[in-house]
């Protein structure tokens, strides 16, 4: 039986551009959003036409700019010499804001247990650290980054009922400064059900002049009377032209490095970033998705189960990271077959794997391997067997790209 050793001194970068400063702050405006220009004019008019919705979910795809979108409405509704398209930016309110100390604007995050907090995690215990990564990333980044700058990276982040108890105390209160008490909720699906039961009560009879704005990337993972009870604000994908403006201005990206990272993205501002500063953890997730397609292709079932046994070591984020890289793979297979190969952008090695790969992929198990994958990556967010799990999808995947 062979065992599969993986490279786990590999690990997980956190996007942090700058150094830290206890005087940090950042620039919280629509003007600084990466694209969403419709978003942005639609959020911008709300305020302006006095139609601001007391509870709004902000949902979208990773690294669409769902945070920085959320910070920039709230100092837009806060500021009080905000213009036709912008707050002021040099204003008390918006300064505060810009270091995220304003006292009407609260945040309710997922954490979990770390070595400095080792019982009863809330959002609370965390907000120094929240404030501080927020600012050094601008407001992009996701969950992974934040488990793994908490340290928290092989446990799922969640929000617990101190969290919705702790929010109802602050939001009851009158407010500081503003007209306004706004309430940023991100990852709202991370909200264990009491959790989002207890949220409920105060969507349903929320204080005078409160806003909510909740942030998830998966609306089936909400509950469905959260969902009826919010403004639903569509974040799509950053078209790739601001993607690639932005890599050039932001990171010093040459023209031709800032094309391809954008073309890559599909639209994932983290997934530009990462790909014009660190390969490495890119190429793992392409050496080791080969490694096992492969071992499917050969039906070994006893090195599939030995492949699954060094999976589980590699965290749970980096388990579901794995399974996202397949996915896309899976998804550019449709283009080799549709003779759209021009419009796949990958690295030679990745893109030669992938046009050998999308022969296996048609019309009689796409669909089943896509649920596979979506429905692996669900478990593992629920804290399902990992080792179980990708021997579950191995064996699976031995039938289906047999399928014809």
């Avoid at 949220?199 to 009879?205: G, I």
Wanted: glycine content about 4%; overall charge neutral.
């Amino acid at each position: 039986m062979k065992v599969f050793l993986f490279d786990v001194s590999v690990v997980h970068r956190t996007l942090i551009f700058r150094t830290f400063d206890p005087e940090l702050q950042t620039v919280m405006q629509f003007k600084d959003v990466i694209g969403q220009s419709a978003v942005k004019q639609r959020l911008i008019q709300s305020v302006r036409e006095n139609h601001v919705s007391h509870a709004q979910l902000f949902l979208g795809p990773a690294g669409s700019g769902k945070l920085p979108l959320a910070l920039a409405y709230a100092q837009y509704i806060l500021c009080p010499n905000r213009t036709e398209t912008d707050s002021c930016g040099v204003c008390p309110t918006c300064q505060k804001i810009q270091k995220l100390v304003h006292p009407d604007l609260h945040f309710v995050v997922p954490t979990n247990t770390t070595k400095s907090v080792k019982s009863n995690p809330e959002s609370d215990l965390f907000m120094e650290e929240w404030r501080e990564f927020t600012l050094k990333n601008d407001g992009y980044f996701n969950d992974t980054d934040w488990y793994a700058f908490l340290d928290i990276e092989n446990k799922q982040g969640y929000m617990s009922v101190r969290d919705a108890a702790s929010l109802l105390r602050k939001l009851n209160m009158k407010s500081y400064e503003g007209e306004y008490k706004i309430a940023i909720i991100w990852m709202a699906e991370k909200m264990r059900v009491e959790t989002a039961n207890k949220l409920l009560k105060l969507l349903e009879e929320p204080p005078e002049k409160t806003v909510f704005l909740l942030i998830a990337e998966d609306a089936e993972e909400l509950l469905a009377t959260i969902k009826s009870r919010t403004a639903l604000v569509k974040i799509p994908a950053i078209d790739l032209g601001s993607i690639e403006s932005a890599l050039i201005d932001r990171l010093g990206c040459n023209p031709q490095q800032a094309h391809d990272a954008a073309m890559i993205s599909e639209g994932n501002w983290l997934t530009a970033c990462h790909s014009v500063q660190d390969s490495e953890e890119h190429k793992f997730f392409f050496t080791t998705f080969q490694q096992w397609m492969r071992l499917c292709f050969r039906s070994v079932y006893p090195e599939l189960i030995d492949f699954s046994a060094n999976i589980k070591t590699l965290g749970r984020e980096r388990q579901k990271e794995l399974l996202d890289y397949g996915l896309r793979i899976i998804r550019n297979s449709l283009l080799f077959n549709n003779d759209l190969s021009s419009i796949v952008m990958l690295p030679d090695d990745e893109k030669t794997f992938n046009s050998k790969f999308a022969p296996f992929i048609n019309p009689a198990n796409l669909a089943q391997i896509a649920a596979l994958f979506e429905e692996a990556i669900r478990q593992i967010e629920r804290n399902g067997n990992a080792q179980i799990i990708f021997t579950d999808v191995g064996f699976k995947m031995v039938a289906l790209l047999k399928k014809k």
